[in-house]
């Protein structure tokens, strides 16, 4: 996965470099590591090829040296800070993760446009509203995900009140980041390029979590389905 995302998809980067963050704060540095080295592998293969479609003849600069660095960067401090609250270690993790796009490290790549709108808050804020009632239908639209999302927030809510979370609460948290993602990612767009993002980025951006969503109900719903059942109380026996 970690090899396959930053090769396959544009955004595939992004979405690599939140699941790593989420499994090395979660503890699963195995998990981490992997998906790491994958997206290290991808980016230092797909780094020379995107800057020759982007720039023909030019050369690789110092700052896309890093590139490949970034996914193995947020490897190690979300795995030196997973002791810490999570929302601390989210926000010092995106801090990182900023930093290395805003810093020229993955060029005129969309993540790196995207970081260098948000260092400088230089979003469409007028266009929030939109942006946040088009996500909201995506994520109720039948026909796009299938009430995917319904699902989850159901079993996500039986869940957390029974305490069964488990396993799935790494996956809840990174769709939750890959939403945060979304919204920062169309707000940082050209008002000229907004409709467009809204009536075809919104649900493809959508798709690319509903694996990520199943796999978590799953998770949830094995996770209650084997919980222990309370001890019965015996009847009285009159002391015997």
Request: aromatic share 4%; with cysteine; hydrophobic share 55%.
């Amino acid at each position: 996965a970690g090899v396959a995302l930053p090769l396959c998809k544009a955004e595939g980067a992004m979405l690599a470099m939140i699941l790593v963050a989420v499994a090395s704060l979660a503890g699963r540095r195995r998990a981490a590591l992997g998906l790491a080295t994958g997206a290290a592998i991808a980016l230092a293969l797909w780094t020379p090829v995107q800057q020759q479609l982007l720039a023909p003849g030019g050369a690789l600069t110092t700052a896309h040296a890093l590139r490949p660095l970034a996914p193995l960067a947020i490897a190690g401090v979300g795995v030196a800070l997973r002791r810490v609250p999570l929302w601390i270690g989210l926000v010092v993790v995106a801090a990182v993760a900023a930093g290395l796009a805003a810093s020229g490290a993955f060029g005129n790549s969309s993540i790196g446009r995207t970081a260098q709108r948000l260092a400088s808050l230089d979003l469409d804020w007028s266009a929030m509203p939109r942006i946040l009632g088009r996500l909201a239908i995506e994520l109720l639209s039948p026909r796009e995900v299938g009430f995917t999302f319904v699902v989850l927030a159901v079993t996500g809510c039986l869940a957390a009140r029974r305490r069964r979370l488990g396993d799935a609460a790494p996956l809840l948290a990174a769709i939750a980041l890959g939403l945060v993602a979304i919204v920062a990612f169309v707000a940082s767009k050209p008002g000229d390029q907004l409709d467009g993002f809204l009536r075809h980025g919104v649900g493809r951006y959508l798709s690319q979590w509903l694996g990520v969503a199943w796999l978590a109900c799953g998770l949830m719903w094995a996770k209650m389905a084997t919980a222990t059942p309370p001890r019965a109380i015996a009847p009285h026996d009159g002391g015997r």
